[in-house]
């Protein structure tokens, strides 16, 4: 006869990782405790670099700092990737806008889990746009072996 520890090892592994998800979730809530931007969507994110001047608030008029609220310019990023897109705001902003959210616009409501095989057809905030800590940044996305619409 088996040990019962042996036995249930699937089982507990199973109620590890949701307790995992579970803490991962609560770890996503922005500062303000306003929770995920989306849980619809998927917004797995990696950090990546970037040039110095990306990833320091621009200089021109209508950007810069907001009293202590500090301000980037929106990049265009469509035609990017999406994981890319969301490593180029992660480094923009030095991670103060680390989450954000997609969606499929092919109309078929599927959800991006792995975001390197996704590409960017459209951005919620036009590029130019400034942009801070309360920003929401949506992609609109497709497959990248697909046309964007």
């Given amino acids: 006869m088996q040990d019962s520890a042996k036995r249930w090892t699937p089982v507990r592994y199973c109620l590890g ?38 990833g320091s608030p621009a200089d021109s008029p209508g950007t810069g700092t907001a009293g202590d609220r500090p301000q980037w310019t929106m990049p265009e990023l469509r035609g990017a990737g999406l994981q890319a897109a969301q490593d180029r705001i992660q480094a923009l902003t030095g991670d103060a806008i680390f989450f ?42 497709v497959k990248t072996s697909e046309q964007c619409p």
């Fill in 17 to 54: 990782m949701a307790a995992l998800a579970m803490i991962l979730t609560a770890c996503r809530n922005d500062p303000s405790g306003a929770g995920p931007t989306d849980t619809a969507t998927a917004t797995t994110t990696a950090t990546a670099t970037a040039s110095t001047a990306a």
């Fill in 100 to 141: 954000t959210s997609s969606h499929d616009v092919s109309g078929r409501g599927r959800h991006q889990i792995l975001d390197r095989d996704w590409q960017v057809c459209s951005q919620n905030v036009a590029a130019g746009t400034p942009i801070g800590v309360g920003t929401k940044i949506d992609f609109g996305v």
